[in-house]
């Protein structure tokens, strides 16, 4: 009896170390697939592009006109400051360092919003006008990147990152919305009288 049960015990710590051994090679299997390392590149370029952009809107709340845009564009800088935040959490839920990567279109976002404001007058509507479609460019961008990462982090099965993901595509959505508002309600009307 007392054999039997060595017996068992042995055999099942061996059990054990193969499903150990089975997970170990699923997870490197699932790190060596090439649609993960699709999506942990395009995590690492959004990575990038989240950082970036807490300094453009610094510059488009310090260049903008009127204090409802200068609100958007702070409200947004604390958001982007969450989404940094977030995607710290969907690195370490997949078991990978974040890394930021150079995202050449935010870099090129970015420039216009700059271009946009040498190229316009200090204290104008029409400066806040091309500012907002500057800042809407920016946010269809990140739209388009969490959408996909969402979708992608569903069909993978990591669904915490999903959900995480989604928290931000939300918040990217409301901004361009809201930036739409502002425009619609106070900013265009005005910027056409200018002259
Ligand atoms: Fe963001
Ligand atoms: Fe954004």
Do not use: W
């Not at 068992?8 to 499903?19: E, L, R």
């Not at 510059?59 to 409200?75: G, I, P, Q, R």
């Not at 930021?100 to 806040?128: P, V």
């Amino acid at each position: 009896m007392a054999t039997k049960t060595t017996e068992n015990t042995t055999s099942s710590t061996t059990n054990n170390k193969v499903a150990i051994e089975n997970a170990t090679v699923k997870e490197s299997e699932m790190k060596n697939a090439p649609l993960h390392k699709f999506f942990v590149d395009a995590l690492k370029d959004i990575y990038y592009a989240e950082h970036k952009l807490i300094d453009a809107l610094q510059k488009m709340h310090d260049a903008a006109t009127t204090e409802e845009l200068k609100d958007a564009f702070e409200d947004h800088q604390l958001q982007t400051k969450k989404h940094i935040s977030r995607l710290e959490k969907v690195f370490k839920l997949i078991n990978e360092n974040p890394e930021q990567k150079k995202c050449e279109a935010m870099d090129g976002l970015i420039k216009e919003g700059e271009e946009i404001i040498k190229s316009t007058e200090e204290g104008t509507m029409t400066r806040d006008a091309a500012l907002i479609i500057a800042a809407q460019k920016v946010e269809h961008y990140e739209i388009a990147t969490y959408g996909g990462l969402a979708q992608l982090a569903i069909t993978m099965g990591h669904d915490k990152a999903a959900d995480l993901l989604e928290k931000t595509l939300q918040e990217e959505e409301d901004t361009d919305y809201n930036l739409t508002e502002i425009a619609e309600t106070n900013i265009n009307f005005d910027a056409q009288q200018e002259d």
